[in-house]
């Protein structure tokens, strides 16, 4: 017997050197079905890898706007006070807190209205990947 004959050399994948004439249609089929199911676990442990490392990046990033919203109320709270104490200098000490107080009552429903406006527009589905994942199993298909 050659290296080329034999059960072992029926079982093998076609190379570039055999005729594909002699591997059958089971063979092939099970070799595309094999091929496809590795290229797609490939694919996940690369997406899992990417969204990884993208992950550790916001997570960085959100940290560190953390720690910007906090020093900007901070700012905001002393700037409060110094208005405050500045409109005592012009006025009684409880209508000028009154009036801070009021100030930000008025930004606070700005802000209220404008982000309910906006969280209204968002939609949760996301459309494009169902189209695309609707449109997968038609590439299978014979046309």
């Known amino acids: 017997m050659t290296a080329s004959s ?3 050399a029926q079982t093998a994948a076609p190379t570039a050197d055999s005729d594909i004439r002699e591997v059958s249609v ?7 079905t094999r091929d ?3 290229l797609m676990r490939q694919e ?7 969204v990884k490392a993208e992950v ?5 990033g959100a940290g560190m706007l953390g720690g910007a919203g906090f020093a900007g109320y901070m700012v905001v709270l002393f700037l409060s006070f110094a208005l405050w104490w500045g409109l005592a200098n012009a006025m009684d000490v409880g209508w000028a807190a009154l009036i801070v107080a009021v100030v930000w009552a008025a930004i606070g429903a700005v802000l209220f209205v404008v982000g309910r406006g906006t969280l209204r527009k968002v939609n949760p589905k996301p459309e494009r990947t169902v189209e695309t994942v609707r449109e997968v199993p038609g590439a299978f298909k014979s046309q």
């Open 6 to 8: 034999g059960p072992a």
């Open 26 to 32: 089971g063979q092939l089929l099970g070799d595309v």
């Open 36 to 38: 496809l199911s590795t």
């Open 44 to 50: 996940v442990e690369l997406a899992k890898a990417e």
């Open 56 to 60: 550790a990046k916001a997570g960085k």
